[in-house]
């Protein structure tokens, strides 16, 4: 029996292009267009675009003036559990309205907010946007929080500018001197 090797690496790499098309079919299908759906039916998004990550899922966002970070990231991560399983979900905001305003009282504020985010004490974030309001007037700033994150919005008139900040739980380790 002749072996003919145009059949068979014919039949190779049209099984390779049916799987990977198969592949990358299903992967739009069922995991991005129904979370572009979720993300992009949440009050206050204009524009989505998840990223599938081996450890991660990154949605990029275009968010309007008024938008609710908090509510954003549980809508997201609750109505597209089923999609997200183990991975981490983050938020990418796109600036789309912040100004040189509102980056320069951030950039004023960013280290109140830096330390309290590394020494966990996060009650003196509020603190941090009050005192910036009181020395920016004009300048609407606020902060939320939930188990994953912490969302700051700095608004000046038509300005606004979104920020994300994760929450790192604390990691149990053994001590060297144990």
Do not use: C
């Not at 907010?113 to 020395?135: G, L, N």
């Amino acid at each position: 029996m002749k072996i003919r090797p145009l059949p068979i690496v014919l039949t190779a790499v049209i099984s390779a292009a049916l799987l990977t098309g198969g592949w990358f079919m299903y992967r739009n299908e069922a995991n991005l267009k129904p979370l572009d759906r979720i993300a992009t039916g949440t009050p206050g998004v204009m524009n989505a675009k998840p990223v599938i990550g081996r450890d991660a899922i990154t949605v990029n966002l275009t968010l309007d003036r008024d938008a609710n970070l908090r509510q954003i990231y549980d809508a997201i991560a609750t109505k597209g559990d089923a999609i997200i399983g183990s991975k981490t979900l983050k938020l990418n905001i796109k600036p789309s309205g912040s100004s040189a305003k509102l980056d320069d009282v951030w950039s004023s504020m960013l280290f109140k907010v830096a330390q309290a985010m590394d020494h966990r004490e996060y009650a003196a974030i509020p603190a941090a946007m009050t005192e910036a309001q009181a020395e920016h007037p004009g300048i609407q700033a606020v902060s939320e929080m939930d188990d994953a994150n912490v969302y700051i919005t700095l608004k000046d008139g038509q300005s606004v500018k979104y920020v994300v900040l994760p929450r790192e739980a604390n990691t149990i380790g053994a001590w060297p001197n144990a």
